[in-house]
């Protein structure tokens, strides 16, 4: 069975203070690794795709990387507009996106 | 481009009744899946829908049930509904071949 678990749970962070939320991964054939970014009571904001193992992808103050076991977001210099629950998933030979439970970041001024 | 529409936005109904949940995809998109997220969790996959049939099904009792029309609009249907289906239920549309999905803002249902 395709498992995703992120961690941390929860994140508190100072402005300008980086750090990375990590995301493991058990996929059967895993054909990409996704990124979302979700707000309170909205539907999930896409980020990133990785497909292969050694991929890097930027967004702004947001870095993704893939190991064939890992995922990770590192927040670079993060402002508390970057405050959101950040979802991992993984897209494999079901062809269905299984989900980790989040890492809810918050950013204080 | 509209992006992924979900209607309605928010929904109350009795234990027992039944729901209907629609989604327009992303103009482009044949694929549509349907996501529940309970509150504090990650969205959890329910089914698939292309070329108007079922692909997919994740762990969902067959009182879930749903429908592809020929625009690549899609319904989800709960029957006799339970207290614990109380949740954001999210529609994801992608175009065959590849993985992106992308969502749309979710129909928040509560049942009382």
């Known amino acids: 069975e395709d498992q995703v678990t992120q961690s941390p749970e929860a994140l508190r962070l100072q402005e300008g203070e980086s750090s990375s939320l990590n995301c493991s991964y058990t996929?059967?054939?895993?054909?990409?690794l996704f990124w979302y970014r979700q707000d309170p009571g909205k539907g999930p904001e896409f980020l990133f795709t990785l497909y292969s193992a050694g991929e890097e992808k930027e967004k702004e103050r947001l870095k993704a990387t893939l190991t064939k076991k890992e995922s990770f977001l590192h927040i670079t210099a993060p402002k508390p507009e970057d405050s959101a629950t950040y979802l991992c998933a993984g897209v494999g030979a079901g062809n269905m996106l299984t989900f980790g439970g989040g890492t809810r970041l918050m950013v204080k001024p | 481009d509209a992006g992924v529409t979900q209607s309605p936005t928010h929904l109350i109904k009795t234990r027992g009744q039944q729901v209907t949940l629609r989604c327009s995809p992303k103009s482009g998109h044949d694929t549509v899946s349907w996501y529940q997220q309970a509150l504090g969790q990650g969205p959890q996959f329910i089914f698939q829908y292309y070329e108007e049939e079922e692909r997919q099904r994740g762990n969902f009792p067959d009182r879930f049930s749903g429908h592809q029309f020929p625009n690549y609009s899609s319904e989800l249907n709960v029957n006799a509904l339970l207290l614990g289906d109380s949740a954001l239920y999210l529609c994801a549309s992608s175009r065959t071949g590849l993985s992106e999905a992308f969502f749309g803002q979710g129909t928040r249902l509560t049942v009382v």
């Open positions: 996929v059967s054939g895993l054909r990409g």
